[in-house]
């Protein structure tokens, strides 16, 4: 249980419990291992129950009626999902499934509601997390509407680069450069389209790809990016 109180002090709608609170919370935990391609929860399952990242890498995705999958977001040490549901009482929206070998906190709708009650603060943090959610969508619909494929394939690098990069002298590095179909899911195109937008860049130097690694070079964020 220290190890989960632990973890729940890190997350950012726990941060402000008191110890007390925490340890009843982290009493009140299950933990689960899911391996790598896991579905964690699937659209339509029962929202009976919150998930904390505690190690590994999570995607909430949709699919389409081709299979075609569709990413909504990558979730990592820290995040937490599946608060909607115990709020509304509605089913899954989405399905989240484990990008590499995930081990997760678990805690169930009762547990959920208990430490609102008990710690009221818990429920500002959680609608302050879900408006940064909502905002975050809304930019991603902005830049399907408003950036052609290009434009979207470098604003999701940018991100990337702002969140996970490196800065060096010669620019800022990825070091887990996602796959091209990972990048397609993201931005709304196909494989065969990320490919040639990531040629096109590093053909006019914007960008440097060495195995699993790419470097953003300094004039990537200003240049016209436009297929």
Known sequence: MNNH?????????FSQMSDKDIDLLAAGTVERIFE??????????????????AAGKVKVVLYGESGREVILSVLRDGDFFGEMSLLDNQPRSANVRAIEPTRALVLSRD????????????????????????RRADESIGNLALLDVYGRVARFLLDLAKHDGVTREDGTEIRERPTQQHIAAMVGTSRETVSRALNEFQRRGLIEMDGKTILLKPGFEGADLTA
């Open 5 to 13: 109180r632990e973890l729940l002090r890190k997350v950012t709608i």
């Open 36 to 53: 790598k391609d896991a579905l964690i929860v699937g659209a339509e399952d029962p929202g009976d129950a919150l998930f904390v990242v």
């Open 111 to 134: 547990t959920f509601h208990q430490t609102l009650q008990r710690a009221p603060q818990v429920a500002i943090a959680v609608l302050g997390e879900m408006s940064r959610r909502l």
